[in-house]
């Protein structure tokens, strides 16, 4: 895939914050999704605990049968510190390196993260979703911010995630028994194709497919990687 840049990444932690705050007012939380959907990818991101190398790996399916088509790594170190709201600055260039050596480029992206669930609405999701101009979605195992009533056991259960007064995300009952995942916007995409999407991409998992076999390629590299010196 070929994108233009969007933004330098050699910022302090106080530039990057600003940097969302500018970000997150370009935005859109709306379907631009398009008529038919034919791809949909899956993202995700693994570390050692406590390490510098990143795994990022992207995994591209078949809508709605769910088949693989594509996929990409990439691997790197991160300089950017571990800070809670801002884990974008540290995952998001290896990402992109993945997506630029992508095959076959997605309409629609879910993102192992947040999308507009954040505290600054710039998650994850929201960001790639910048970079690309592609529709994207967050589905994240767990909350950043937000509050929220427990929704119900069964798959497709479903109830509001509300920062104050603003509806953020959804949280949603993907596999029966199981915990929720926290849906949100990420770009170009609205809470109810949000949702349904992600609905239509779970199978048999918790996790969508998409980001389900993101998560396994990420790791497979890891493992298959040595630990430098320096980095154990």
Same mark, same amino acid.
């Given at each position: 895939?070929?994108? &233009?840049? /969007?933004?330098?990444?050699?910022?302090? *932690?106080?530039?990057?914050? @600003?940097? =969302? #705050?500018?970000?997150? !007012?370009?935005?859109?939380?709306?379907?631009?999704?398009?008529?038919?959907?034919?791809?949909?990818?899956?993202?995700d991101v693994?570390?050692?605990?406590?390490?510098?190398?990143?795994?990022?790996?992207?995994?591209?399916?078949?809508?709605?049968?769910?088949?693989?088509?594509?996929?990409?790594?990439?691997?790197?170190?991160?300089?950017?510190?571990?800070? &809670?709201? /801002?884990?974008?600055?540290?995952?998001? *260039?290896?990402?992109?390196? @993945?997506? =630029? #050596?992508?095959?076959? !480029?997605?309409?629609?992206?879910?993102?192992?993260?947040?999308?507009?669930?954040?505290?600054?609405?710039?998650?994850?999701?929201s960001?790639?979703?910048?970079?690309?101009?592609?529709?994207?979605?967050?589905?994240?195992?767990?909350?950043?911010?937000?509050?929220?009533?427990a929704?119900?056991?069964?798959?497709?259960?479903?109830?509001?995630?509300?920062?104050?007064?603003?509806?953020?995300?959804?949280?949603?009952?993907?596999?029966?028994?199981?915990?929720?995942?926290?849906?949100?916007?990420?770009?170009?995409?609205?809470?109810?194709?949000?949702?349904?999407?992600?609905?239509?991409?779970?199978?048999?998992?918790?996790?969508?497919?998409?980001?389900?076999?993101?998560?396994?390629?990420?790791?497979?590299?890891?493992?298959?990687?040595?630990?430098?010196?320096?980095?154990?």
């Amino acid at each position: 895939m070929d994108f &233009p840049a /969007l933004h330098a990444w050699d910022l302090s *932690p106080r530039e990057a914050v @600003a940097l =969302q #705050r500018r970000l997150a !007012a370009q935005v859109v939380v709306a379907d631009r999704l398009p008529a038919r959907i034919n791809r949909v990818a899956g993202v995700d991101v693994s570390y050692e605990k406590h390490g510098r190398i990143f795994f990022a790996a992207v995994s591209v399916l078949s809508f709605p049968d769910l088949e693989p088509l594509a996929e990409a790594t990439a691997r790197g170190h991160s300089e950017f510190p571990y800070i &809670p709201g /801002l884990l974008s600055f540290r995952e998001l *260039p290896l990402v992109l390196q @993945a997506f =630029q #050596r992508l095959a076959q !480029a997605p309409e629609v992206i879910l993102v192992d993260g947040q999308g507009i669930a954040h505290p600054r609405r710039l998650g994850l999701a929201s960001h790639l979703g910048l970079w690309l101009g592609v529709p994207t979605v967050g589905c994240a195992k767990s909350r950043l911010c937000g509050e929220h009533v427990a929704p119900g056991t069964e798959k497709g259960a479903a109830t509001p995630l509300r920062d104050g007064e603003d509806v953020i995300g959804t949280v949603l009952t993907t596999r029966t028994g199981t915990k929720p995942l926290y849906v949100s916007p990420g770009h170009l995409v609205d809470q109810r194709r949000a949702v349904e999407i992600t609905l239509a991409c779970c199978r048999r998992f918790r996790q969508p497919e998409p980001t389900r076999r993101a998560h396994h390629l990420s790791n497979q590299l890891r493992r298959s990687t040595p630990t430098p010196p320096e980095d154990r």
